[in-house]
């Protein structure tokens, strides 16, 4: 797919469409940093403003575990370094963790999370080829009942690793998502995390701020507006995407 650089000016919103199986339950992800949800089972879909797919479909193991796959452009394979576009790359992705308050009263759900690239593209040049791999440990803790709304917070680091060419290294990440008390079915987003492009088959991690709102317009379907900004191709080259997630009662 052709580079293509998008200006925030000429984009109006973007709009996710998202599905929950209880009127309380929240997707298990802000824009891209994933809540530490151990046992998840979804399919989400959609489209950004330059016309890139994404997919992400995950099967719950029992009430601790989730394996799933990832087709999207925070793990994306660009032509240069100052492309404001790519291509989605193919990752598959394993969650292991506890819920919250399994290891007592008021304690946070915490997972361990593997996303590893499976995209053909990087095995072609052989050694430069290494495919990329992320493993992250994320806490999420939510509060209910306060004067301002429903919260659900999370917290944790990632560790990449794309040896010979990124050494592994810890960076920090987190998401918030807030419903105001008076709007119970608005949840506003923000999360902090990492992207990866992929230029001349050598993987660069950079950093990714996401933010966005997420309207539930019935008890199994939500619609949200997000953007993602990346700081290896400046403003305008945000994305603005449109995704639909559906989650089985």
């Not at 590893?116 to 509060?143: C, I, K, N, Q």
């Amino acid at each position: 797919m052709p580079a293509g650089r998008g200006r925030l000016g000429l984009v109006a919103a973007t709009i996710v469409v998202g599905a929950a199986g209880v009127a309380s339950a929240q997707p298990a992800r802000a824009i891209d940093v994933p809540e530490a949800e151990p046992a998840t089972t979804h399919l989400l879909a959609g489209i950004d403003h330059r016309g890139v797919p994404m997919v992400d479909a995950a099967v719950g193991l029992g009430d601790l575990a989730t394996v799933g796959l990832t087709l999207d452009d925070r793990i994306a394979v660009g032509g240069g370094a100052a492309a404001a576009s790519s291509e989605p790359m193919l990752a598959a992705w394993f969650r292991l963790g506890v819920p919250a308050d399994l290891l007592g009263r008021g304690a946070p759900a915490v997972v361990l999370d593997l996303e590893r690239s499976v995209d053909e593209r990087l095995r072609r040049a052989g050694r430069r080829g290494t495919p990329f791999a992320e493993l992250r440990l994320l806490a999420t803790r939510r509060v209910a009942g306060t004067r301002i709304g429903q919260l659900s917070l999370t917290a944790g680091v990632t560790l990449a690793d794309a040896a010979p060419h990124l050494a592994p290294s810890l960076r920090p990440a987190a998401a918030l998502g807030w419903t105001p008390r008076r709007y119970p079915r608005t949840t506003l987003l923000a999360d902090v995390g990492w992207a990866v492009r992929v230029v001349d088959e050598v993987p660069a991690v950079a950093g990714a701020i996401g933010w966005g709102v997420r309207y539930q317009v019935a008890r199994t379907f939500h619609i949200d507006l997000a953007v993602r900004h990346r700081a290896d191709v400046g403003l305008e080259g945000s994305t603005v995407m449109v995704r639909g997630l559906i989650t089985p009662p």
